[in-house]
């Protein structure tokens, strides 16, 4: 049997902690920065965890995760 291929787009975008979790970037942080709280950007800065709803998405593109 071949193996299976992996999105790529996908393997940019998640990626796996330690503990197994999938994690990825938040949004509405690459332009027009100027007019958002230091505080908000700050927050979007950090990695956040993929909802448990995505996660069977997430998984199918990534096989090899």
Excluded: I
Excluded at 4 to 13: D, G, P, Q, V, Y
């Amino acid at each position: 049997m071949p193996k299976m291929k992996t999105r790529k787009s996908a393997a940019k975008r998640f990626r796996a902690t330690g503990s197994g979790k999938m994690v990825r970037r938040h949004s509405c942080k690459n332009h027009l920065l100027q007019h958002k709280s230091a505080d908000r950007k700050r927050r979007q800065s950090k990695m956040d965890g993929v909802n448990e709803r995505d996660l069977e998405n997430v998984l199918t593109m990534l096989p090899y995760v």
